[in-house]
C-alpha cells in the first residue's frame, strides 16, 4: 500500500556493492543496476541504497520502502510521490 493518496512506483534494481564510484549503472530486461559503495553487511548496502534513491529523486527517505531482497543483490523497491516516468527520468533512463 503506498503512504497516502499520491502516486508510487515500483522499481527492480540490481545492486553491484563495494563500488569504487556510486551511481547508476544501466538498465537491462527492466531492472537497474546500482553501484554503491557500501559493502553488502549488516544493511549497510540496504542503508546506502536508500539514501542514493532519496538523494537522486528529491525525496525523503521515507518514501522508499525496500518490498523485496532484503538479503540478496536484487531487490525490489516502492517510491512513493512520484511516477514511474518521474522515477525513470530522475534516473536518467
Known sequence: MSRG????????????PRS???????FEGGVVRIRLNAPPVEGQ?????????AKTLGVPKN???LVAGG?????????????????MAA???
Request: glycine content about 14%; overall charge positive.
Open 71 to 87: 538479503k540478496g543483490r536484487s531487490k525490489i523497491v516502492r517510491v512513493d510521490g512520484v511516477t514511474g516516468k518521474e522515477l
Open 20 to 26: 569504487a564510484k556510486e551511481g547508476v549503472a544501466g
Open 63 to 65: 518514501r522508499i520502502t
Open 45 to 53: 548496502a540496504n542503508d546506502s541504497l536508500v539514501r542514493f534513491l
Open 5 to 16: 493518496d499520491g502516486p508510487s512506483a515500483t522499481l527492480s534494481v540490481r545492486v553491484v
Open 91 to 93: 534516473l536518467g533512463l
